[in-house]
């Protein structure tokens, strides 16, 4: 089970997958071996879903944020059509959604230009897409991947594991 211990280690890796175990044994007051058991009981259990190092877009010239939401032939298949856009190596994240659209891309791209030739060379031109619709980010002020570790989170994963 997920006690308050387990916590805080989830909670010092969210903020920095690399801080050293050691680190992390002194901010809970534990054995270093001791920490590194608990984060290989949470991988196995799949509560840690991996470590990922996150790179500046900037430096990369892929400052523009865009949204494509994205509408499927009528005949084509959800799933087939998401494995497609997943496999696009410019989109970053790929979401069906209820409503009109069907699905909603996020993707990168250096400039405007490079975001519309990405859509219609990769994702428009896609046989089972029937239209697209494209949303630019003007600012970004928040942008994570973190979970809050808050009370009914914890109660939402004791029910799961049950």
Do not use: C, W
Not at 7 to 32: D, F, H, T, W, Y
Not at 44 to 50: L, M, P, S, V
Not at 96 to 107: C, S
Not at 128 to 151: G, Y
Request: zero cysteines.
């Amino acid at each position: 089970m997920l006690d308050d211990i387990s916590l805080k280690i989830l909670k010092i890796l969210q903020q920095k997958a690399r801080v050293p175990n050691s680190e992390v044994a002194r901010q809970v007051g534990m054995a270093p071996s001791g920490v590194l058991e608990r984060v290989r009981k949470l991988e196995t259990q799949g509560i840690i879903d991996g470590y990922e190092v996150r790179l500046n877009p900037e430096r990369f010239g892929r400052s523009l944020v865009g949204f494509v939401f994205v509408t499927a032939a009528p005949d084509a298949d959800e799933a087939v059509v998401g494995k497609a856009l997943a496999k696009i190596p410019d989109v970053q994240e790929v979401h069906y959604v209820a409503g009109e659209d069907g699905f909603m891309v996020k993707l990168r791209a250096a400039d405007t230009a490079e975001l519309d030739r990405i859509r219609r060379e990769k994702i428009a031109s896609l046989p089972q897409v029937r239209s697209t619709r494209t949303l630019i980010v003007l600012s970004t002020f928040k942008e994570s991947a973190r979970i809050p570790l808050d009370n009914a989170a914890i109660q939402n994963l004791k029910r799961r594991r049950k």
